[in-house]
């Protein structure tokens, strides 16, 4: 089974909200693992030809991801996100923003909410990831950025790491 054709991305300016939906090959604990393991993370995250390399990783209440989105020219632009409200195998809330190498916030660039759920259904394993925003020209700015286009192209990198790794586990 094909997962292209399973993905909605929901912009809801009013409410300040993007709401993805994606299912994907494999277990929900592969999926879980996906998004909680720096290992598996950095093979996946970046939109191709971007990578994602990790400074430091603390997947627990109050830890941090902080990593770096790494160009083919050798740019990297930097972002931490902290972790709360982790139910594990099911669910976790993580506020991200744009810092330095050293995790030091950027003021310039907007941060976002994020609450990801993870459930198995049918075969497959159902992700919905929940953005919100503080201000309306934070979504507009993430927007603009190309925030839609990049984490569907990232999402299309999990379904092919999924893919790789069904039937292993």
């Known amino acids: 089974m094909t997962t292209n054709n399973q993905m909605q991305f929901v912009k ?14 494999g277990t929900a604990d592969q999926v879980w693992k996906a998004w ?7 093979q996946w ?5 971007w990578k994602t390399e990790t400074k430091t990783m603390d997947f627990k209440n109050g830890g941090s991801w902080l990593y770096a989105m790494a160009g083919p020219d050798g740019s990297k632009h930097w972002c931490i996100s902290e972790f709360e409200g982790i139910h594990p195998g099911e669910s976790f809330k993580a506020h991200s923003t744009f810092c330095d190498e050293k995790g030091n916030k950027s003021d310039d660039l907007p941060g976002m909410n994020w609450k990801n759920e993870f459930r198995a259904e049918n075969g497959l394993t159902k992700m919905t990831v929940e953005i919100t925003f503080d201000k309306d020209t934070e979504i507009d700015k993430i927007l603009e950025m190309g925030f839609e286009q990049g984490f569907t192209a990232a999402l299309g990198n999990l379904d092919e790491l999924m893919g ?6």
């Open 12 to 25: 809801d300016l009013p409410n300040k909200k993007i709401t993805v939906t994606r299912y994907f090959n």
């Open 36 to 42: 909680t393991e720096k290992e598996m993370l950095d």
């Open 45 to 49: 995250w970046a939109p191709k030809p």
């Open 164 to 169: 790789k790794r069904v039937g292993r586990n």
